[in-house]
């Protein structure tokens, strides 16, 4: 009885020493990679509140460098980059249509950090700049004297943000402006901008 209760013992411990443990489960596959879409859309929801005010076009660049040079570590970084540089491309034409200046020269920046050497964005700042430099001018009165008409004008110079009075004549050039002709029967004055070479009309306040 003790010889078969000894071998019942040595039974039972090989039967578990030869118990198998139980095959693990396999490694789950890494996740896919972000897709362009993906990323641009990421760095978009990061860039484009801080489009929504001119002011904030420091902070806007400087997040967009930032988030470009995280994409490089992103195996669809270049596919999210074309793709961000064809959405600001078409944003800069819409904000020089618009003749939304500040922006113009905030996009240009945003579309060199993507676009690096790209020919129409120092067109579009030139202009800019040129644009938020013109002098903003009020006609405030005319006089006529032996039939020779002289304009007054008030003009304010953004660039050293200081305003001046003008008392001006048809053909005369000043501060950057030539008074083309005066319109409406003396309530206005046609001016050309010599930067841009454009014309624009100022009626009389």
Known sequence: ????????????????????????????????PP??????????????????????GKAMTETLSKEVASLKTELNGASAQARLKNQFIDKLKEAHQAELWDSVVNLC????????????????????????????????GVFELDGVTTVFLEIYLPLENRTIDKQVREGEEFEGLILEKIIGNNQGVRLKYLKTDTSFDVMKK
């Open 1 to 32: 009885m003790k010889r078969f209760a000894v071998l019942a013992v040595l039974c039972l411990v090989a039967l578990v020493a030869c118990k198998k443990d139980p095959p693990q489960p396999p490694t789950p596959p890494p996740p896919p």
């Open 35 to 56: 897709t362009a879409e993906a990323l641009e859309q990421r760095v978009m929801e990061k860039v484009e509140p801080l489009m929504a005010d001119p002011l904030n």
């Open 109 to 140: 920046d945003a579309v060199d950090i993507l676009d690096p050497g790209n020919t129409r964005t120092s067109r579009y700042r030139q202009r800019a700049m040129d644009e938020k430099s013109r002098p903003v001018v009020t006609m405030t």
